[in-house]
């Protein structure tokens, strides 16, 4: 049989998070990261977007109203990514994640792309990142995508303007 290969230009269209604190999670998003808010259903969900999008981000309380988050040990989301177009943007909301004294997990520079690795108010993991353009990316001499992780240098990160 032959194996089913996803058209080319499918993406993944956003992520819905359960959520215990709906007014925590909304700052998160909106405020620290810069989501707009497109709609809201009462206490209960919101849905927050960029560039006009009806949404990138679902929060919900229905199941999870001041609940835990699962114990590292359990399966379920690794993190969600969101990516920037560009590095400055990046370097921007770095600045806003020290601005509000938000911890990293950590920051790696991938070759394809550079990333911030943090926790949203829930214990989401989530990455920030902008990928570099594809000419750019590291191949090895046998043509196959040759991806790393290194340290990224924060300093020089937040040196764009």
Known sequence: MTPYIAPAATRIGHVHLKVADLERAIHFYRDILGFTLQQRFGTS?????????????GLNTWESRNGQPPPPSSTGLYHHAILYPTRQDLAAVYRRLLEHNIPLDGAADHG?????????????????????????????????????????DLENLLALR
């Open 45 to 57: 969900a919101a849905f927050l977007g960029a560039g006009g999008y009806h949404h990138h981000i």
């Open 112 to 152: 394809v792309s550079e990333a911030l690795y943090l926790r949203d108010p829930d214990q989401n993991g989530l990455e920030l990142y902008w990928d570099r353009p594809q000419s750019d990316w590291p191949i090895s001499p046998s043509g196959e995508l040759q991806m790393f992780t290194k340290p990224l």
